[in-house]
């Protein structure tokens, strides 16, 4: 695989250290979400945020290979040996991340729609046996960290609680970003703005308990 083309939160890449000899796509798929990430932050306007995750879905249906290569993300994700087995889950996650793009703040609808998609199709890109209802229970709790606006906030929370109880089943990464947020969620608190002192110890304890 190609050197990693981006550079990655500190829980993620924290939480990739654990997927063994998976982690380097771990990584990988980890920097796809973060640049889907960073295309929601910085559009101004819903049209040109449209467009350029439209260009996502044709970069991930362009079976030439063709579009966009020459970004190191786009070839990283090509030369990876399991693209065709995760495409289905990496568009998931460009639909998911589409509904962040309405203007705030985001109704229910709109919110499960961004976890199923982002957080169901994240988590299966990681690990096929993952459940895609952990992945959208994580998904809105790393949003109730992030969103800024206190309404969808609020709605976050109280819909990811609507997801539990979820089975932690899959690889050690996976069970791990699922007991973090299922720790939060259950007591009705929103996920970090980081990775504090006090989540890194609470994953470090739950990997030696091998939760």
């Not at 380097?24 to 932050?41: P, T």
């Not at 961004?114 to 229970?137: E, I, N, Q, T």
């Amino acid at each position: 695989m190609v050197n990693e083309p981006l550079s990655i939160a500190p829980l993620p890449r924290l939480l990739a250290s654990y997927a063994g000899r998976e982690a380097a796509r771990h990584r990988l798929v980890w920097a796809y979400d973060a640049r889907l990430a960073d295309v929601v932050r910085t559009t101004r306007e819903p049209m040109v945020g449209q467009m350029r995750l439209t260009w996502w879905h044709e970069v991930l249906s362009d079976d030439s290979g063709t579009k966009g290569r020459g970004d190191p993300l786009v070839d990283a994700l090509r030369a990876d040996p399991g693209l065709s087995a995760m495409r289905d889950a990496l568009l998931a996650m460009i639909n998911g991340w589409e509904m962040l793009l309405d203007p705030l703040p985001l109704d229910e609808d709109a919110l499960r729609s961004f976890a199923d998609g982002r957080g169901g199709g994240l988590f299966r890109a990681l690990d096929h046996s993952a459940d895609p209802k952990a992945g959208a229970l994580w998904a809105l709790w790393d949003l109730s960290g992030h969103i800024g606006d206190a309404t969808t906030t609020q709605r976050a929370v109280a819909l990811a609680q609507s997801y539990l109880p979820v089975p932690s089943r899959g690889q050690k990464a996976v069970k791990l970003a699922t007991g973090l947020a299922r720790h939060d969620i259950a007591l009705g608190h929103t996920g970090p703005q980081a990775l504090t002192p006090r989540l890194y110890l609470r994953l470090l304890r739950m990997a030696a308990l091998g939760r």
